[in-house]
């Protein structure tokens, strides 16, 4: 009778379905991939002007007003805004775990204006007196400014030629003012239009 009880005791019948400690076979358990640590990133827009988002370089869409919150693995992220072709802010961004950065769009501190020589000759361009540019016959060019009221002349380089075009403009950053030699004012009255 020992001899049987010790005999059972060591059979793999007994081991397999004995005191139900032994391991399960058959059943794997399955490893999820660790997740990547994720954070807020927040753009925020009290302009009330369209403002084109773009995150690591891809386009995540147009916020006029509020914020925009987008999930992001933690880490370093190049945030680019634009407003109407012109480049707002394109600076990285660091996200942390589990916590929100923001982004705030503000207004432009400089403006532009946009001057163009239809003329066969030389123009010089001056902005409250300044003398800021000199366009060669058919040139356009980009005039930085501040923000506020500006006077715009623009003259002509041969002798006594004198002026050709004097405007008063007010540059408010967002949008940029246009303004051309006399064979193209009737397009362009030196008014601020949209880029």
Do not use: C, F
């Not at 207004?107 to 204006?113: A, E, F, K, V």
């Amino acid at each position: 009778m020992m001899l049987l009880l010790s005999i059972l005791a060591l059979s793999p019948t007994a081991q397999a379905h004995g005191n139900g400690h032994g391991h399960a076979h058959g059943h794997s358990k399955h490893h999820r991939p660790a997740q990547a640590a994720t954070g807020s990133l927040v753009v925020n827009n009290p302009s009330g002007r369209l403002v084109q988002v773009y995150v690591d370089g891809a386009y995540q869409g147009v916020l006029e007003h509020g914020s925009m919150r987008m999930v992001v693995n933690t880490g370093s992220h190049r945030v680019k805004l634009v407003h109407n072709g012109r480049v707002l802010e394109n600076r990285s961004v660091q996200v942390y775990r589990n916590e929100a950065s923001t982004v705030r769009v503000k207004t432009p501190s400089l403006g532009h204006i946009q001057v163009t020589n239809h003329e066969g000759y030389a123009v010089r361009v001056y902005v409250d007196g300044r003398d800021v540019a000199v366009l060669a016959p058919g040139e356009s060019r980009s005039v930085q400014v501040e923000i506020g009221s500006h006077r715009v002349d623009m003259v002509d380089m041969r002798g006594h030629g004198g002026t050709l075009v004097t405007a008063s403009l007010h540059i408010d950053g967002w949008d940029y003012a246009v303004l051309a030699t006399p064979q193209a004012q009737a397009h362009h009255s030196g008014h601020q239009r949209p880029r």
